[in-house]
């Protein structure tokens, strides 16, 4: 009884030493479905299609045109090959879908070509984009060995490249689909995808969603021209840079007929709620804005008019439904358990049974008496 007593005691110390470190890795069976839509925000007068977006199709028509919209971002992120002990590749894809604009007083719902389908100015996958990065599965941290971004086909009308090809190297620092384990309330660094860099991402404080503690962090995404972001082609990207007449941008003052050139610009603040023993993102809220102007709004020489000229890309306040909010919870509460048993019940069960039997061990040890002699029996 003694020896199993202090057998469980030393297993009760040793299990959350071997256990634990063995359950805060990034799990090879990560598989992460997020959905955010666009939210009321001001940015128009209706509810049903909170949103702006740019028309793809008025680059070939008189002017210049911008919906009012509803949008759906629908994101999947598994693990794929190379992933061992050390590393987990995991693999992000990631569309932002048009559900329906409002042009007048009609309400239009886009359609979606088949995944080998050729798209069309008209077509509802807006953006659409393939991450790829390996992770060091302790740290949770990009660990250098594949930073791949690959990009959705273009639309049809434009000049495409090859599949195999479609993909920049976007080496990364910060975190991205999930933080570190043991988060503390200090700035973290994230990756954000759509500018290509890691931002500074400020604790603002501490809430509770469904039941679990959550450190909520807001990253600023600065400022960026999108001609500048390396693509497959080694050109500006697809509608990053648009010359057109200043008629059709709506500009005055200049001569109607005067090319002016204008670059997609791009900026963010991004909110992520994390549950800080686990680094599982359990909400999600973007404020995402992209516009054109002048590349060199800069220049005090440049006409007013085009230097002060702003229109609307893409503005948007997107936000993680409800049912995406929940799951992750339930897989952040999944996590904190397992964490729990391995680092505490299991220890103080297998140590309170070590007591036990030590105790009862040592009972029995001290009750023994040697026999006298005149009470045996021959």
């Known amino acids: 009884m003694i020896f199993i007593g202090v057998a469980a005691i030393t297993a009760a110390i040793a299990v959350p030493l071997w256990l634990v470190p063995k359950l805060k890795v990034v799990p090879l069976d990560l598989d992460i479905t997020t959905v955010a839509q666009s939210q009321p ?6 509810n049903d ?13 008189p002017r210049a045109e911008v919906f009012d919209a509803h949008l759906t971002q629908q994101r999947r992120t598994v693990v794929i090959d190379p992933s061992d002990s050390g590393q987990v590749t995991v693999q992000s894809g990631q569309t932002v879908q048009i559900d329906r604009i409002q042009d007048g007083d009609e309400t239009i719902e886009p359609t979606v070509a088949p995944v080998d389908g050729q798209r069309t100015c008209e077509d509802g996958v807006l953006t659409g984009s393939v991450d790829v990065v390996s992770l060091d599965r302790e740290t949770s941290k990009p660990n250098g060995e594949i930073n791949r971004l690959h990009t959705i086909e273009a639309p049809e009308g434009t000049r495409t490249i090859d599949a195999e090809d479609n993909f920049v ?12 384990f043991d988060v503390d309330k200090s700035d973290q660094l994230y990756y954000d995808i759509n500018s290509r860099q890691d931002v500074p991402a400020k ?3 501490e809430t509770e969603i469904n039941g679990l503690t959550a450190y909520e962090f807001v990253s600023e995404v600065p400022e960026i021209d999108q001609t500048l972001l390396e693509t497959p082609s080694g050109q500006p990207g697809l509608g990053t840079s648009l010359e057109m007449p200043a008629s059709w941008w ?17 900026k963010a603040t991004r909110h992520v709620w994390v549950e800080p023993n686990t680094g599982t993102v359990l909400n ?6 992209q516009y054109f102007k002048s590349p060199g709004w800069e220049d005090p020489d440049l006409a007013a008019p085009i230097r002060d000229f702003r229109m609307d890309a893409f503005s948007a306040t997107m936000a993680w439904s409800d049912a995406t909010i929940k799951r992750q919870s339930d897989k952040a509460s999944g996590y904190v358990d397992q964490l729990r048993w391995g680092g505490t019940i299991i220890p103080i069960i297998i140590g309170v049974v070590g007591g036990v039997a030590l105790l009862a061990g040592i009972g029995l040890l001290v009750r023994r008496r040697p026999e006298e002699p005149g009470n045996r029996v021959e």
Request: overall charge neutral.
């Open 203 to 205: 604790f603002v404080g």
């Open 250 to 266: 709506g500009i005055t003052g200049i001569p109607a007929d005067e090319k002016v050139v204008m670059d997609r610009f791009a």
């Open 284 to 289: 999600g809220r973007e404020i995402q804005h």
């Open 169 to 180: 190297e976007a080496p990364r620092e910060g975190f991205q689909y999930k933080f570190g």
């Open 41 to 46: 925000a001001g940015l128009t007068d209706s």
């Open 49 to 61: 299609v909170p949103a702006r977006v740019f028309n793809r199709c008025s680059v070939s028509g």
